[in-house]
């Protein structure tokens, strides 16, 4: 029988192992964003063949970054520069993290149909902790997307465990 999340009453066998993998590579993504001297955050968008359209880690971290490019923002910006809205509907972004509100703001711009994540958002806030470069909003993605005039689908959280690894001692 299939895990149950009963908070988001996701269930696990919804994703295929393509799922998994790409779901995986954004976890390993956002390990190497972290190595290189950003925040541990990363996703991908992939076609719904599992193609790899666009990949982001973070570049919001100070002094020289920008906050505004999460990077689920910014692998959503650069999906919607090489596809067509039709296109994108039929894509999935893969993140690290579940995505913040403004992160679920361009993604539902952007046209994108399906979102995969891995640690939640509040999750999330148990390992940042009150650190001033991570802010986080206690605004769950499907409340962002729930609010808007065409549906995404949503899955996660999943893989916690291992997608927290990379923020381990990282926001202390």
Not at 34 to 40: A, L, V, Y
Not at 103 to 109: D, F, L
Request: with cysteine; proline share 6%.
């Amino acid at each position: 029988m299939p895990a149950i999340d009963t908070q988001t009453r996701t269930t696990t066998s919804t994703l295929s192992e393509l799922d998994l993998r790409l779901l995986r590579e954004s976890i390993a993504l956002a390990e190497q964003s972290k190595q290189n001297g950003r925040h541990p955050f990363a996703a991908i968008v992939a076609d719904e063949h599992g193609n790899i359209v666009a990949s982001a880690g973070n570049n919001s971290m100070p002094p020289q970054g920008d906050p505004t490019q999460h990077a689920e923002l910014a692998a959503a910006a650069l999906a919607a520069k090489r596809l067509s809205p039709e296109q994108l509907a039929r894509c999935t972004l893969y993140t690290s993290a579940e995505p913040c509100c403004m992160c679920a703001g361009a993604i539902y711009w952007c046209n994108i149909g399906r979102v995969v994540y891995a640690l939640s958002e509040h999750t999330l806030l148990g390992l940042t902790g009150d650190h001033p470069e991570n802010p986080t909003f206690s605004l769950p993605c499907r409340e962002v997307f729930a609010r808007g005039q065409r549906q995404i689908e949503v899955h996660g959280p999943m893989l916690e465990d291992e997608a927290a690894q990379s923020h381990t001692g990282f926001w202390k």
